[in-house]
């Protein structure tokens, strides 16, 4: 039983999402049309008449009060969460006790993020955007949705089975050598050469990296790129999985080839169920796009048809097809959020996929119109606070230098988009009011027209970046034969090591290695904030493998403690608390968040910030609340001083002494970060 919906003020329904349950409730409550062509409508009429009390009831609260609702329960125990985001409602419901406030909220923060990554700056224009959520054309609306539903049922799927989307950071293949080989690879032969050729249609690759599952084998960013935010980062992630999504029954190479196996890599490893050796590796042909891949794995579209993310029937993706993202550019002139670029997901073999992301020629009008917006934002929010006169135009840049930047940038637009034409008659109406000697000048009255700049600024946005232009935009991408040879060239490179990766991603630390070092421990979870990287033993508890865990019901209930633990420190860092310590059963948890500086000395323990219980959720994909609330928080105090932030999360035997236990967690701490463990954290 669980919901999640967006809608306007006016309680129409911008996004949907039901599970079956759900759904099933709902058409019993309704009696929505099951006829052929009407399921869609009809479901949305049902979903639309059951919150439309609760959409209305938030409007008159906030307009009586001030004020709204973050969450309630009902008679029948369903808990509803509710966030407004300007001018659109997330509402998230949960009516089967597997979700709490906190999981609901996070879900909410999440769908927002996702949003903003496909739409960019048309999420800060509330007409723009409830036009985006909710295209006219029926079936162009549907294919959204699901698009939409299925990235949503993506990002669950891997917070309920990944350690890296539980703890929201990003999770290293760890094998130095074939780490660096890689990254030495991108760099010098698949970048270098992408962006030398000449049908990259004015593109250039900023950043390439190679998943395996969810994990990064190797990232590669150019010199003049910007660093690739974490929160960007695990986003992308979700992408490439919901566009190819990791089945690891079928993907891990089964048992039945072991003896072929033996030996067949360039270096030997060890895991219960060993990879097959591709029987036809010594074969000159080398896979292309669309041929059959000459290993022997299911069919891939059998693969998708059955995984439980892709019950939605949406067509497979065009791998030649760039997706537009919208992602996070820090530069020295400032920081540049929701600026454009091309994702390019190639399919190597399944459960291997080479992402590369590009900047478009046209980004430089995307940072103009950032720069305009948050200029008229600040102008207005001066007035708003009652500053008028030349108290509302003080700051940098000031509203004069706007002034000049915003009619060369209308300028260089041309009058021929409609778009732009817009943009200019609303610019005008405004300097005539604002700038004119009899106009009333910079006062209350100018709020309407600051927000109307705004929202031609987002339109102009979305003419660029958004719709696309037809035939005469086909070119502005990476040709398909550019898109083949990278994909060609990285098969190549790979083409020994693919066994061995889609194990290694299953088994990637061990608890073999540490219980010599640490007896009595069963788990850890170790983040570097500072980086948005973490380090795990495995938890595989599929029924096809085996580990330290055993699988079965120890497995999973060992995976629900840790899940479990993880839940309990974000609340008690909410409030404020860096240690958590707490015994449960035959089980001791710690939990320890400290800071160190540049050169590994832990600095001090001082007083870290309490949240409010509606804040956003604790993490790094949907809000890095690391760097963007704990860091800044402590490093006043630290004035010109590197300050990095780690976690340490550990599972013991009951039976183990208190004080092995916290000698345990400082070595375990020092050790996993050596250089000599794993040199590219």
């Not at 009831?57 to 001030?66: N, Q």
């Not at 049908?199 to 084998?217: D, N, P, W």
């Not at 509302?392 to 940038?409: M, N």
């Not at 020092?670 to 463990?677: D, M, Q």
Request: proline share 6%; with cysteine; glycine share 6%.
């Amino acid at each position: 039983m669980k919901c999640l919906l967006i809608a306007s003020e006016s309680a129409e329904v911008l996004f949907h999402w039901t599970d079956p349950e759900f759904q099933q409730n709902i058409q019993q409550q309704y009696g929505a049309s099951q006829e052929e062509g009407e399921g869609l409508p009809a479901f949305e009429d049902s979903i639309s008449t059951l919150f439309a009390p609760i959409i209305i009831s938030c409007s008159t609260m906030v307009d009586r009060l001030g004020d709204n609702y973050t969450s309630f329960t009902t008679e029948n125990n369903h808990i509803y969460v509710l966030h407004q985001f300007d001018e659109c409602l997330y509402i998230a419901v949960n009516g089967d006790g597997e979700e709490g406030e906190d999981d609901l909220r996070r879900k909410i923060y999440v769908m927002k993020k996702m949003i903003e990554v496909l739409f960019g700056m048309v999420t800060l224009s509330g007409n723009l955007l409830r036009k985006e959520l909710r295209p006219q054309d029926t079936e162009q609306r549907a294919r959204l949705w699901k698009h939409l539903q299925s990235l949503l049922e993506t990002y669950s799927h891997l917070r309920e089975n990944d350690q890296s989307f539980l703890v929201e950071a990003v999770e290293r293949l760890i094998h130095p050598t074939l780490c660096e080989q890689c990254i030495e690879f991108l760099e010098r032969r698949l970048v270098q050469q992408l962006n030398s050729s000449v049908e990259r249609a004015g593109e250039e690759v900023l950043h390439a990296f190679i998943l395996v599952h969810t994990k990064l084998l190797a990232f590669y960013s150019s010199r003049n790129a910007s660093t690739l935010t974490t929160s960007d980062l695990l986003a992308l992630i979700i992408m490439a999985q919901n566009m190819y999504p990791s089945n690891v029954d079928v993907d891990d190479p089964g048992p039945e080839d072991v003896e072929s196996t033996s030996g067949s890599g360039p270096e030997s490893f060890y895991t219960p169920e060993p990879s097959p050796t591709d029987r036809d590796s010594s074969s000159s042909d080398k896979p292309v796009r669309g041929s059959t891949p000459v290993f022997e794995f299911v069919d891939p579209d059998i693969q998708m048809a059955e995984d439980s993310l892709q019950t939605l029937e949406v067509p497979p993706p065009d791998p030649s097809t760039p997706r537009r993202v919208f992602l996070e550019v820090s530069l020295k002139e400032g920081l540049y959020p929701m600026m454009p670029h091309s994702m390019y997901c190639l399919p190597l073999w399944p459960g291997i996929t080479l992402v590369m992301l590009t900047k478009i020629p046209t980004s430089a009008v995307a940072m103009s119109v950032y720069k305009f917006l948050e200029a008229f934002a600040k102008l207005e929010k001066r007035l708003s606070e009652g500053q008028e006169g030349s108290a509302a135009t003080r700051g940098q840049p000031t509203i004069h230098d706007v002034r000049s930047k915003l009619d060369k940038f209308i300028k260089a637009l041309g009058p021929s988009e409609i778009q732009s034409a817009q943009l200019q008659n609303v610019w005008t109406e405004f300097k005539n009011r604002a700038f004119a000697r009899g106009g009333p000048g910079f006062t209350r009255d100018l709020i309407p027209w600051c927000k109307n700049m705004k929202t031609q600024l987002c339109g102009v946005y979305r003419q660029c970046f958004l719709i696309d232009s037809g035939p005469a935009d086909v070119p502005r991408r990476l040709s398909p034969g550019l898109q083949e040879r990278a994909q060609s060239m990285v098969q190549e490179k790979l083409m020994d090591w693919k066994d061995f990766l889609l194990v290694k991603s299953k088994r990637n630390i061990t608890m073999v290695s540490y219980l010599e070092d640490f007896p009595g421990l069963v788990h850890f979870i170790c983040v570097d904030r500072s980086t948005g990287q973490m380090i795990a033993p495995s938890l595989s508890i599929t029924e096809r493998t085996t580990s330290e865990l055993g699988k079965g019901p120890v497995a999973q209930f060992i995976k629900s403690k840790v899940w479990n633990l993880v839940s309990t420190t974000r609340r008690y860092l909410q409030k404020g608390y860096s240690t958590v310590t707490l015994r449960d059963g035959d089980f001791y948890f710690c939990y320890f968040l400290w800071f160190e500086n540049e050169t590994g000395f832990k600095l001090e323990a001082g007083d870290i910030p309490i949240l409010p219980d509606d804040s956003a959720p604790i993490g790094m994909l949907a809000w890095d609340y690391y760097s963007r609330k704990l860091l800044r928080y402590y490093s006043k105090n630290h004035q010109g001083e590197v300050v990095k932030c780690y976690e340490l999360l550990t599972v013991h035997l009951g039976v183990i002494p208190t004080e092995i236990i916290l000698q345990h967690c400082r070595q375990l701490a020092s050790k996993l970060w050596e250089p000599s463990r794993n040199p590219l954290l």
